[in-house]
């Protein structure tokens, strides 16, 4: 069964986003150094974009991780069961994932309405808070559904790229 251009992209949207995050993350980064190196002053914003980013990537590098099935795990116990019980509780870890990154989901989307509505501005750029915190839901998503792609997908029918 072929499958269309659309979700062969569409199993990359994580490496997308984070090579755009990456690369405004090392231009900023690069601008700054250079006008630190010229000018002896530093762009006030260039912390908070930075930390963000560095958020924001970790949450989709998560994400192709659980689609990689690559995530740290402690499989002491696990590995002593038959096969069958094995296959049981990987399941059984991947629905409890699932609840704990739903949750996040929920409490970051918590979190956006509260921002909003109490105005808070970042302290360099002065733009609204939950400009920053808009990806971390879709982030917590992306994971919850990579790590039940991951739990379906056979190991080794697990892509390396």
Not at 45 to 57: D, K, P
Not at 124 to 139: A, H, I, M, T
Request: proline content about 4%.
């Amino acid at each position: 069964m072929t499958r269309s251009p659309l979700f062969k992209h569409l199993d990359r949207l994580e490496e997308y986003i984070c090579s755009a995050i990456f690369l405004v993350m090392t231009l900023v980064g690069f601008a700054n150094v250079l006008v630190r190196y010229l000018t002896n002053f530093s762009f006030a914003a260039t912390q908070e974009i930075l930390l963000n980013g560095f958020l924001l990537l970790t949450v989709f590098g998560a994400a192709i991780a659980a689609r990689r099935s690559q995530h740290l795990a402690v499989t002491l116990f696990s590995d002593l069961l038959p096969a069958q019980a094995r296959r049981v509780m990987e399941w059984v870890a991947t629905v409890l994932g699932v609840i704990l990154l739903l949750l996040s989901a929920y409490y970051c989307i918590e979190m956006i309405g509260n921002q909003r509505a109490s105005g808070i501005t970042s302290p360099g750029l002065q733009v609204p808070s939950w400009y920053y915190s808009l990806g971390l839901p879709l982030g917590f998503l992306m994971i919850a559904l990579r790590l039940v792609q991951g739990t379906l997908t056979p190991r080794n029918e697990v892509p390396d790229v």
